[in-house]
């Protein structure tokens, strides 16, 4: 059974930092991308940032570059996103997901939209107040 969980999320003041972590299971890693997507109320949901176990690719969105860093323990089957500097528009439903390469696709290029999201974590809330 394919399992994400995610946690490490809470409230934290403008300009502070949070690590969240995805915990997977039943599925080999390699064959996947795992991604961090974000909801907020009434937006629709992003995502912020991916990544490859198998070649350490990483993929940024640009609301997010410099300031969270994406990782991942390959030991532990764990992905972690590291945010600083956090704003209250940083405030959302915070997901993690694997995703399988879309057929025709490459993994020479790596971006989220090459890939189908199959496997969802039930998400964790991060509020940053001001």
């Known amino acids: 059974e394919v399992q994400l969980v995610e946690s490490g999320g809470g409230l934290v003041q403008a300009g502070g930092s949070l690590r969240l972590s995805c915990a997977a299971s039943?599925?080999?890693?390699?064959?996947?991308?795992i991604g961090w997507f974000r909801q907020a109320p009434g937006k629709e949901r992003e995502v912020i940032s991916s990544?490859?176990?198998?070649?350490?690719?990483?993929y940024y969105a640009d609301s997010v570059k410099g300031r969270f860093a994406i990782s991942s323990n390959n030991a532990k089957n764990t992905v972690y996103l590291q945010m600083n500097s956090l704003s209250p528009g940083d405030t959302a439903v915070y997901y993690c997901?694997?995703?399988?390469?879309?057929?025709?696709?490459?993994?020479?290029?790596?971006?989220?939209?090459?890939?189908?999201?199959?496997?969802w974590g039930q998400g964790t809330q991060v509020t940053v107040s001001s």
């Open positions: 990544i490859a176990h198998r070649d350490g690719s990483t």
């Open positions: 997901a694997a995703g399988a390469l879309k057929y025709g696709s490459s993994w020479d290029v790596f971006a989220p939209r090459l890939f189908e999201f199959h496997y």
């Open positions: 039943g599925f080999s890693f390699d064959d996947y991308a």
